[in-house]
């Protein structure tokens, strides 16, 4: 008779819209899809992305999205929040730099995430197309140098913290042709460029909620030039994985211990 199956450790991955929508494969390629073809019966992948939040919304709904250790142990936690943040004075998920860098701080040092000790990695705000989003009237919401600041705040966290950072907005930058000193690709003061746009979707409506935070849900604008392509969740997971092997390189998914042994017409065997 088998034993019990033991259950599996956790890759959970917190974030925003960008990380909410990282299963869909209407377009093609899936971040948190292809996370969880990686480490499939090694680690379960659990997508905790809120669409539409902010660092001061996600930190107060941190206690009823992260388990204790005695329900279920996280052996990696993503942080990726900070395009709602970066959104300018004026519209409501703006939160000032200082206030976004104090609420990853609190979010990393919170008792429910410490308590897991887990394999933590911050993750930058991406870069913004302000073509894109002058083009569906939402042109002047975000900015591309703004955005750059929160990224950098991002970073500094991750180095005061010791904690990794994948800086995401620096690696789509230098994709796209950009080179530091020179002004900011998807940023109207250059030319629009095939190049930087193909890392985000366009514009269409999805039906999304806030939680407590509206009263009712309803249908938002699912932004062009900020969420991400399929492209753009490539080169994401990519650098998810190559982070691991270095970080941590017993944990990539060809090393990883895998569950189980299986059965087949009464003789036990390993897929592996």
């Known amino acids: 008779m088998l034993s019990r199956l033991k259950a599996l450790d956790q890759f959970v991955l917190f974030g925003d819209s960008i990380t909410q929508f990282a299963n869909s494969q209407e377009r093609g390629f899936a971040f948190a899809s292809a996370l969880q073809d990686a480490y499939i019966r090694r680690l379960d992948v659990v997508n905790r992305g809120l669409s539409g939040y902010n660092t001061s919304w996600a930190l107060d709904s941190l206690p009823e999205l992260i388990p204790p250790p005695s329900h279920a142990r996280i052996k990696f936690l993503t942080v990726w929040f900070g395009a709602n943040d970066a959104m300018l004075p004026g519209y409501e998920p703006h939160v000032a730099p200082d206030q976004y860098r104090r609420n990853l701080i609190s979010i990393i040092t919170h008792p429910v995430v410490q308590a897991q000790r887990p394999r933590i990695l911050l993750i930058t705000p991406p870069p913004v197309d302000e073509y894109a989003l002058a083009d569906s009237g939402m042109g002047g919401s975000r900015t591309a140098e703004c955005t ?14 010791g904690v990794a950072v ?9 994709k796209s042709g950009w080179q530091p000193g020179s002004p900011l690709n998807g940023s109207l003061a250059v030319p629009r460029s095939w190049a930087f746009s193909q890392f985000f979707v366009d514009g269409e409506s999805l039906s999304v909620s806030r939680n407590s935070l509206i009263a009712a849900n309803h249908a938002m604008p699912y932004p062009p030039g900020l969420h991400f392509s399929p492209t753009a969740y490539r080169f994401l997971y990519d650098r998810v994985i190559s982070i691991v092997q270095s970080k941590w390189p017993d944990q990539i998914p060809d090393i990883s211990p895998r569950t189980r042994d299986g059965i087949f017409s009464g003789v036990r065997y390993s897929v592996d």
């Open 148 to 161: 750059r600041l929160y990224a950098g705040i991002t970073v500094r966290v991750g180095e005061e913290l």
């Open 166 to 174: 994948l800086d995401i907005w620096t690696y789509l930058m230098e």
